[in-house]
């Protein structure tokens, strides 16, 4: 298997972790993990890996934006965002679901304990938590930024308090009617 990423240079098998087989380059660093390494490692975890908190941490420089070709069956692999507002990028073969790591991609899923996560990043319940997150990042920036500080989160309790209030229908037709004394 040659690299996706330089090319000419091969992959030469590396140990990720004790019983995690996968293909480095020497040259870039990028690792690609088959899918039946991945998963028989897997099957060997007892309990799954707590992730640990905080910040995922990206160096730009890290990224290759370009299309690349799985190194093991020739198919064009897909892109996949992994955490909302993070140009943390992924590339996994939907031919044969194995999946390439840039240089230290690796070590940021390791250093969040996410490395035992590696399939369910691809999987829709992942995918549109993370476009919801991203929608609620956008739509909250917004809001400050039009709103206010002050207001933003005034609205904010108001909202809670009208949808905690048992008679919050009362409520919202009073807010809203023109004139709540008029029939
Ligand atoms: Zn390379
Ligand atoms: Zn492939």
Redesign the pocket.
Known sequence: MNCPVCKDYKLEQVNLLEGLVAAQCQNCKGVFISSNDYMAWWRTLEDTIPAKEGAIEVDPSWEVPELKL?P??G?IMARYKVFPDTDFYLDR?R??N?IWLDAHEWDVLLHHNLHDNLNEFFTRPWQDHLHAEETHNHLDAIYLDKLGEHDYERIKEIREWLRSHPRHGMLLAFLQAEDPYKI
């Open positions: 799985c093991n069956c198919h073969c031919r044969c194995g």
